[in-house]
T-cell receptor
Framework: GAGVSQSPSNKVTEKGKDVELRCDPI?????LYWYRQSLGQGLEFLIY????????KSGLPSDRFSAERTGGSVSTLTIQRTQQEDSAVYLC???????????FGSGTQLSVL | DQQVKQNSPSLSVQEGRISILNCDYT??????FLWYKKYPAEGPTFLIS?????DKNEDGRFTVFLNKSAKHLSLHIVPSQPGDSAVYFC?????????????FGQGTTLQVKP
């Protein structure tokens, strides 16, 4: 979507490597979410940022996953020592307006070989 | 624990007929429900929503029905068009969470045949 830019659009990596996924939302949104869609699965919540509050990390599947949001804008999701089960589409989302429904980026397709 | 379930992975209908996509949930604290549509290589896009104080919401060809006692909602598309072919996700929000975090189902792939 035009309001959220994600990069790269596709990433192929070898098992055991680290990857960094980027989400660049249009400015002014204090809330930002990461989800992922694994093959045949629904959209799985990963992490939620809201302003200066501590992020809700309850959806991160393991300690190999981490995310940060610097300056209240760009967010990066880092996966260390990638495994094949990490292969999925990783989606970033922001509220369309404060308190409104989520607007998703086009996602990063991650393939771990 | 899958709090939002879409038990039909796929659905195929003929153009012009009705498509009915179903969704069940287990958490009675959910008070807002949404449907998203997703095309390949694109992010999900919002389609229609319903608050728990209503049992029906209509927007053009799309209608969402909510049965709170059964913890069930459905999306009706009529008439179905080939361009409606996509993956449909239902989602729910816990009203008191105040985070906007959505819990999604597994998705149903709809194919509308010309």
């Amino acid at each position: 979507g035009a309001g959220v830019s994600q990069s790269p659009s596709n990433k192929v990596t070898e098992k055991g490597k680290d990857v960094e996924l980027r989400c660049d939302p249009i400015s002014g949104h204090t809330a930002l979410y990461w989800y992922r869609q694994s093959l045949g699965q629904g959209l799985e919540f990963l992490i939620y940022f809201q302003g200066n509050s501590a992020p809700d990390k309850s959806g991160l599947p393991s300690d190999r996953f981490s995310a940060e949001r610097t300056g209240g804008s760009v967010s990066t999701l880092t996966i260390q020592r990638t495994q094949q089960e990490d292969s999925a589409v990783y989606l970033c989302a922001i509220p369309q307006a404060p308190g409104e429904k989520l607007f998703f980026g086009s996602g990063t397709q991650l393939s771990v070989l | 624990d899958q709090q939002v379930k879409q038990n039909s992975p796929s659905l195929s209908v003929q153009e012009g007929r009705i498509s009915i996509l179903n969704c069940d949930y287990t958490n009675s604290m959910f008070d807002y429900f949404l449907w998203y549509k997703k095309y390949p290589a694109e992010g999900p896009t919002f389609l229609i929503s319903i608050s728990s104080i209503k049992d029906k919401n209509e927007d053009g060809r799309f209608t969402v029905f909510l049965n709170k006692s059964a913890k069930h909602l459905s999306l009706h598309i009529v008439p179905s068009q080939p361009g409606d072919s996509a993956v449909y996700f239902c989602a729910a929000e816990h009203g008191s969470s105040n985070t906007g975090k959505l819990i999604f189902g597994q998705g149903t792939t709809l194919q509308v045949k010309p």
